[in-house]
């Protein structure tokens, strides 16, 4: 199974509201990650966890709070977003954190759109 | 900090024709990997390049990376439809010489093929 999963799909939420996108992957992989990309741009990296831990913060605002459950699974919760969050949201995977080592595989995405 | 810059932005050809897009890094790469991404589709991986001057292929597809380790090339001969899409190359972080378990990605070229 070389597959990353999310869900939802899609998402709608209000700037009051609280949600959370998931993100699973069954190839073993150690290290997980959360990018934001706008249309047109490149993926942004916001988070990254290695073993389960957290790695690298990009100076994300806390509105945004990832968790990390298990080896195969990757929360993003979210709370009190603004309209400018409004993206596609991918997980991705890779064996390890080492850059560039390892490809990194990724999910089909969520597409949030704040109102 | 590290920047990819890839050129160009956007490339529009005929059926048939060639296509070819270019990136350069500020720091020398210790690898450099490329990514596809479909319209309305999410990142995947297609190679990683390790060696100095390395050239790979892929069907239609030659991959370089130069001999300085600074710059790649992605070119594709005799385009077809299926090749559409934004191509992306992606470099690891490097500060001091520590890798910081990140992916640099460029800003992508976005390829439009006319039938």
């Known amino acids: 199974d070389t597959e990353v999963t999310q869900t939802p799909k899609h998402l709608v939420m209000g700037m009051t509201n609280k949600k959370s996108l998931k993100c699973e992957q069954h190839m073993g992989h150690r290290a997980m990650y959360w990018y934001k990309q706008k249309a047109k741009k490149p993926p942004e990296l916001m988070f990254v966890?290695?073993?389960?831990?957290?790695?690298i913060n990009e100076s994300v605002p806390s509105r945004f709070s990832p968790e990390c459950p298990n080896s195969s699974l990757l929360n993003l919760h979210l709370h009190a977003l603004q309209p400018e969050d409004s993206a596609l949201y991918l997980c991705?995977?890779?064996?390890?954190?080492?850059?560039?080592?390892?490809?990194?595989?990724f999910g089909p995405g969520t597409r949030l759109t704040v109102l | 900090g590290q920047q990819v810059m890839q050129i160009p932005q956007y490339q529009h050809v005929q059926e048939g024709e060639d296509f070819t897009t270019y990136c350069n890094s500020s720091t020398t790469l210790s690898n450099i990997q490329w990514y596809k991404q479909r319209p309305g589709g999410h990142p995947v991986f297609l190679i990683q390049l390790v060696k100095s001057g390395e050239v790979k292929k892929q069907k239609r597809l030659t991959f370089q990376f130069g001999e300085a380790k600074k710059n790649s090339s992605l070119h594709i001969t005799a385009t077809q439809t299926t090749d559409v899409g934004t191509y992306f190359c992606a470099g690891p972080s490097n500060a001091g010489g520590t890798s910081y378990g990140k992916l640099t990605f460029g800003q992508g070229t976005i390829l439009t093929v006319h039938p």
């Open positions: 991705a995977s890779s064996q390890d954190q080492l850059a560039g080592r390892y490809e990194q595989f």
């Open positions: 966890y290695s073993y389960e831990k957290l790695s």
